[in-house]
């Protein structure tokens, strides 16, 4: 089937080609991309997805082609145009398209894509039984902060995963967990939620932000601080975020069992928490009428 694309300012489906060779994102990898959750036709966390968006956009130097009104319309008419309630929007800004050269032109126009999905979200089940990862080396560039395209040593890392039996990989460097290869990564130990602390070794996972602000807000301690790899013989419990798995429990790495194997009670209060954050952003979301 094919799904509703924006591109460049008009609305098409994905059957049509757009893109020309010569676009940067194509050639260099040149581009930052986004991809946000909706449900019940309604976009989940949509401002925090746009304010990353734009951060990144301007630590590379990719001139943004909207505001934030207009980001809101754009977005609200592509999910009103979907043929399905529930799915993830995949944005992506790439510099523009340019005769190939590594030098590029000032003030290019960017070419923005912009296209849903339909997406089968964690059910119940899935939920509680969490996922295995396996640890890797972190090949990454050392940006990995801004949300770019390059991807090549995360994919490459994940297949590694998958070969291994496991649902995602953890991203090793200097002894020191960073993150997942799609994911942010906490663990639990002795009450305490820690996580790796914003720099650039790591993606600002919007779930992650979320996460952290309802931990806070429920008197759960916090503590944003790297995490040995040593250490994770230690832990009680553990679980990663992203926008696609949302709080989701690990219940093993390496093949090592994570505390009773089971969903711990600080990850299953995070996913009640965050279920209700979803929720309740995107309610405001509507009624602020921005989306
Ligand atoms: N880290 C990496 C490397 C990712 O690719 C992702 C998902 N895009 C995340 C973390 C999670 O980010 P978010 O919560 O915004 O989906």
């Known amino acids: 089937m094919n799904d509703v ?11 049509e080609r757009v893109l020309g060779v010569e676009d940067r994102g194509f050639q260099f990898g040149d581009a930052l991309y986004e991809v946000f959750k909706f449900s019940g036709r309604k976009a989940i966390f949509l401002a925090d997805h746009y304010r990353r968006l734009e951060r990144g956009l301007a ?11 207009r980001f809101f319309a754009v977005m609200r008419e592509l999910i009103e145009r979907t043929a399905f309630d529930d799915g993830i929007v995949y ?6 398209e340019a005769e190939r ?39 990454r560039w050392k940006r990995c ?8 040593a995360n ?14 990989v953890l991203l090793v460097d200097d002894g020191i967990v960073r993150e997942g290869g799609s994911s942010n990564f906490f663990v639990v130990r002795d009450g305490e939620v820690i996580t790796h602390p914003l720099d650039e070794h790591i993606l600002p996972g919007v779930v992650r932000g979320r996460a952290i602000g309802l931990a806070e807000q429920a008197g759960i301690r916090i503590d944003q601080r790297p995490i040995a790899v040593d250490e994770l013989i230690e832990i009680d419990e553990a679980f990663i975020t992203s926008t696609t798995m949302g709080v989701m429990p690990v219940s093993a ?34 009624a602020s009428s921005a989306v």
């Open 59 to 69: 630590e590379v130097e990719i001139r943004s082609p909207w505001d934030e009104s």
């Open 91 to 96: 944005i992506q800004i790439s510099r523009g």
């Open 253 to 286: 790495i390496d093949g090592h069992v994570i505390g009773t194997g089971v969903r711990g009670a600080v990850t299953s209060r995070l996913q009640r928490l965050l279920d209700a954050d979803e929720v309740a952003d995107a309610a405001v979301t509507q």
């Open 5 to 15: 694309l924006y591109f460049n300012g008009r609305f098409t489906t994905t059957a």
């Open 155 to 168: 994919a490459l890392s994940k297949k590694k995963a998958q070969r291994a039996g496991a649902d995602e």
């Open 101 to 139: 050269k590594h030098f590029f032109p000032e003030n290019l126009e960017p070419t923005v894509v912009a296209y849903s999905r339909a997406f089968q979200f964690p059910d119940a089940a899935k939920k509680e039984n969490g996922i295995r990862l396996i640890t890797a080396p972190d090949l």
């Open 145 to 152: 902060d801004v949300k770019s395209v390059n991807l090549l």
